[in-house]
């Protein structure tokens, strides 16, 4: 039980709340200290400006005043104090040049002796002396003053005050202070508390919706309060969890279509292979058929699980070493390598290549970009159609083309032909061996180039595909 109880408090401590109230509560006793001693200590001290200057000027005005005097005595003393009429002291002492009281208005009995206080004697030496303090609810006040004759220092002049005036003013004004800090530590904690539970809330919220998101529920949605950072940042968390959703949907239609795409020509395989092997005496006529057709559908499932592996490393963002391509030489490469698929429907195909039309990028993915597009272009083309490519440099960019006078792709399906797996006719397209990946593959790899790419409708009949790439270094106006 203590150990779950020492946990719980740690987990206190080190709670977001926890530190927030710590900082402002720290914050705010800084404050209330600040409050309560400054203003106390600088009336304190201009009090203590105002005593050291009245009194020494009083003092001044006695010493001036014994001055005048022929010999200090302890009756010409007293008659001086009397006429100046300085009742608001609590003591006034005049001694000779020696330290010899002659008058004390605390103590009369101490005339005739020694004062050894620290400010007479250096009153004696000549100095104004000044001392004050605040203790025991009042200011405490010395003041001495060497009395001359003739520029020598015949005695000095010595008073004290205790003022209690002053000090229950202070006293008064701390003790309101005292109070108005005490109520607002007490609504500084009260909002403090309210804040940081609201803002810790919010906070903790948003901790549960990510917990919530991890646990696959891509489908969960904050609701944003208020205008501050926070609330950007559940908009974030909003269209990040948008995003999860999207791919995780786009991920599991491409494993379901994949899965699909690999499992028809299997099943297709082993349904063959079975039949072979589940029946006795088959006619060899009907073996080759059958081995043929597995051949065919093995050959369809290798070009499925290449294009797979292709857009795996596209996705994972590898990429091969970028070289100056002439695009109208890979282009008639590539488009050799169609001309048995070409010839077998009857499809003329025809290239029309400009000069300099060079980019900067892996050779492969320019060679997939045109296969993928012109053996489109020749299996979805009727019997003795054609197909034209042409390259040609356009404003600074290399603009390839491919025409086909085919069957033509839907309006309502352009949007979504570059979709993995999208296909406009899934019968035609598995009867000619479309897997609904070779469209994605050039969408991927032309973005990749930083280019772009388009379909639409071509003049006549077919479909036109043009793609743009930026133009490398080595290219000719």
């Given amino acids: 039980m203590r150990p779950a109880r020492e946990k719980q408090r740690r987990k206190l401590?080190?709670?977001?709340?926890?530190k927030l109230a710590l900082a402002f509560f720290a914050l705010i006793a800084a404050l209330l200290i600040l409050l309560n001693t400054y203003p106390v200590s600088a009336s304190r001290d201009i009090v203590f400006s105002e005593k050291e200057s009245s009194m020494l000027e009083q003092a001044g005005v006695i010493s001036a005043s014994l001055s005048g005097l022929d010999t200090l005595s302890g009756d010409g003393v007293a008659q001086i104090v009397e006429l100046l009429g300085l009742t608001d002291f609590e003591r006034v002492m005049v001694t000779d040049a020696s330290g010899r009281v002659l008058y004390d208005t605390a103590s009369p009995s101490a005339e005739g002796r020694t004062a050894l206080f620290a400010e007479l004697m250096r009153a004696l030496g000549s100095e104004r002396v000044f001392w004050s303090e605040f203790a025991g609810g009042a200011f405490l006040s010395r003041a001495a003053m060497p009395v001359t004759r003739g520029g020598t220092v015949v005695g000095a002049v010595y008073i004290c005050e205790r003022d209690t005036t002053q000090a229950d003013i202070i006293l008064a004004f701390r003790d309101r202070l005292g109070t108005v800090s005490a109520i607002a530590f007490?609504?500084?904690f009260a909002l403090t508390v309210v804040f940081t539970r609201r803002f810790t809330v919010r906070i903790t919220r948003l901790s549960e919706a990510v917990r919530t998101v991890r646990g696959g529920d891509y489908a969960y949605r904050l609701s944003p309060e208020g205008d501050d950072e926070l609330t950007e940042l559940c908009r974030d968390f909003n269209s990040m969890t948008e995003t999860l959703e999207k791919t995780e949907e786009q991920r599991r239609r491409f494993v379901s279509d994949a899965s699909h795409e690999l499992k028809t020509p299997l099943a297709a395989i082993r349904l063959l292979a079975d039949s072979i092997t589940g029946t006795e005496n088959m006619d060899p006529g009907t073996v080759r058929e059958f081995v043929q057709d597995i051949s065919s559908e093995a050959e369809r499932l290798q070009r499925t699980t290449e294009k797979l592996l292709n857009l795996s490393r596209r996705d994972d963002g590898a990429r091969g070493e970028l070289t100056d391509v002439d695009v109208g030489e890979t282009a008639e490469s590539t488009l050799r390598l169609l001309e048995p698929l070409a010839a077998k429907t009857g499809?003329?195909?025809?290239?029309?290549?400009?000069?300099?039309c060079i980019i900067s990028a892996p050779r492969d993915d320019v060679y997939q970009i045109i296969f993928n597009l012109a053996e489109n272009a020749v299996k979805y083309n009727v019997p003795g159609g054609s197909v034209l490519v042409s390259v040609r440099r356009s404003a600074g960019a290399v603009e390839l083309r491919v025409?086909?006078?085919?069957?033509g792709i839907p309006e309502k399906d352009l949007p979504n032909i570059f979709s993995r797996f999208y296909r406009v006719d899934k019968a035609r397209s598995r009867e000619r061996g479309g897997s609904g990946l070779g469209l994605s593959i050039v969408h991927d790899a032309v973005s990749a180039l930083g280019g772009s790419v388009t379909v639409g409708a071509r003049e006549g009949g077919g479909t036109r595909f043009t793609v743009r790439f930026p133009a490398g270094k080595g290219a000719e106006e």
């Fill in 186 to 188: 007490a609504m500084a």
């Fill in 13 to 18: 401590t080190q709670s977001v709340q926890f």
């Fill in 403 to 407: 025409e086909d006078t085919g069957i």
């Fill in 347 to 356: 499809v003329t195909i025809s290239l029309e290549a400009g000069p300099g």
